[in-house]
């Protein structure tokens, strides 16, 4: 998992993309509609980043001091220049400089300047429970192989709800776009 290169985490992944004008309320509605914990903003004129706005800066930034969501602009509140990483990097290495810097989220810059992505801390989390799901297959598999019979669990008990992955069960759904806001997807490290 650590030596994963970052553009395997998260390409096939949508992101938010804002210019610095929209107001924090038109923000943080397409993240709240697109279940994303960032979005990047970025220059109008070349899209290169500016900032960063996450979920920790409308609460610190926007919501404590009371400002005014409709009024208070992106840029007034994001987070300039955050650290970014580059996608031929490992994944590992991306989750250290997030540890070291006290930061969940970290944009990924193509080496032509533009951003193609944003790692979450929970992206570690998302590849341990799917490395978790196949130890979970595997050892089903091995149950049956030695006549243990096949119950879903890995210990002979009943199967989880789930599927056999606690917390899990969820259908992959479908590319969200935004009409308003940018919202991009990389495939097979391409932006679409």
């Known amino acids: 998992m650590p030596n994963r290169a970052v ?18 309320r038109a923000v943080a509605s397409h993240m709240k509609s697109l279940k994303l ?18 979920e920790r800066d409308l609460v610190h930034k926007i919501l404590a001091p009371g400002l005014d969501v409709n009024t208070t602009p992106v840029s007034a509140i994001m987070t300039p220049n955050p650290q970014t ?32 992505g944003v790692l979450s801390a929970r992206d570690a989390l998302g590849l341990e ?9 595997q050892r089903e598999t091995l149950t049956e192989v030695l006549g243990g019979g096949g119950t879903g669990h890995p210990r002979g008990g009943a199967p989880h709800p789930a599927g056999g992955v606690p917390g899990g069960g969820g259908e ?21």
């Open 7 to 24: 553009i395997k985490v998260i390409q096939n992944r949508d992101f938010l993309m804002s210019t610095p004008e929209k107001s924090v």
């Open 37 to 54: 914990g960032a979005v990047l903003v970025v220059s109008p004129e070349d899209g290169k980043l500016l900032g960063i706005c996450t």
């Open 85 to 116: 990483i580059s996608p031929d990097k490992p994944f590992g290495h991306a989750l250290h400089l997030m540890y070291e810097g006290g930061y969940r989220h970290m944009p990924v810059i193509a080496p032509n300047g533009l951003p193609i």
């Open 129 to 137: 429970v799917f490395n978790f799901a196949n130890e979970l297959v």
């Open 172 to 192: 992959e759904k479908g590319p969200k776009w935004s009409a308003a806001l940018c919202s991009r997807r990389i495939v097979n490290g391409v932006p679409q």
